[in-house]
């Protein structure tokens, strides 16, 4: 079994700044991409930021310039560092990680979700 856990969600004044983690663990046997999505109240979930094992990033337009994704192989966890927090950046954000169980099996797995509130 794999599971993802989220930590560091909350409510912050637009302009401020929240970190958020996610560590997996389990069944592991190795970790390719891994990232974020979000999903605004009413709206499709979008992604916002992925990394490569290597550590190559990917960031939708909205988010590029303010928010920098990293992740520590040894620790199999993705951070999202997420500066100049705006309104429109409140939503539940799920990270995501494709995993290779000690079997070979490789599937796409997320995390429950962290609220971050934006206020203005």
């Known amino acids: 079994q794999v599971q993802l856990e989220e930590s560091g969600g909350g409510l912050v004044q637009a302009g401020g700044s929240l970190r958020l983690s996610c560590a997996a663990s389990?069944?592991?046997?190795?970790?390719?991409?891994m990232g974020w999505d979000r999903q605004a109240p009413g709206k499709q979930r979008e992604l916002a930021a992925t990394?490569?094992?290597?550590?190559?990033?990917n960031y939708a337009d909205s988010v590029k310039g303010r928010f920098t994704i990293s992740r520590d192989n040894a620790k199999n966890t993705v951070y999202l560092q997420m500066n100049s927090l705006k309104p429109e950046d409140t939503a539940v954000y799920y990270c995501s990680a494709r995993i290779t169980k000690r079997s070979g099996y490789t599937n796409n797995y997320w995390g429950q979700g962290t609220q971050v509130t934006v206020s203005s």
């Open positions: 990394i490569t094992s290597g550590g190559t990033t």
């Open positions: 389990g069944n592991i046997f190795s970790i390719a991409a």
